[in-house]
């Protein structure tokens, strides 16, 4: 069974940076594709950035420019960097591995941003 464990959420002030990681409990390399979506309160859940086997990468339209998302094979671990941050963005982030046929999900990790 996969196993996606998410670390590096938090309180932050609004125009500050996290960065989420995902740590996968096996080859990055195995998935087609690899992302983070996120879900605030009352919302439903979206897409936020992915990577996909080849190394592209896609953003929803609200974090171009603020957000990046990279990998890193030798660790297992896929990485999401966020800068500007703004309460809009305060969500529980969960990672996400696809593969044919398959789904998996991280438990999520909470990022807050308040002042």
């Known amino acids: 069974q996969v196993q996606l464990v998410e670390s590096g959420g938090g309180l932050v002030q609004p125009g500050g940076s996290l960065r989420l990681s995902c740590a996968a409990s096996?080859?990055?390399?195995?998935?087609?594709?690899m992302g983070w979506y996120r879900q605030a309160p009352g919302k439903q859940r979206e897409l936020v950035a992915t990577?996909?086997?080849?190394?592209?990468?896609n953003y929803a339209d609200s974090v171009k420019g603020r957000f990046t998302i990279y990998r890193d094979g030798a660790e297992k671990t896929v990485c999401l960097q966020m800068s500007t941050l703004s309460p809009e963005d305060t969500a529980v982030y969960y990672c996400?591995?696809?593969?044919?046929?398959?789904?998996?999900w991280g438990q999520g990790t909470q990022v807050t941003v308040s002042s």
């Open positions: 996400n591995a696809r593969m044919p046929r398959r789904n998996y």
């Open positions: 096996e080859n990055i390399f195995n998935f087609n594709t």
């Open positions: 990577i996909n086997v080849g190394g592209v990468t």
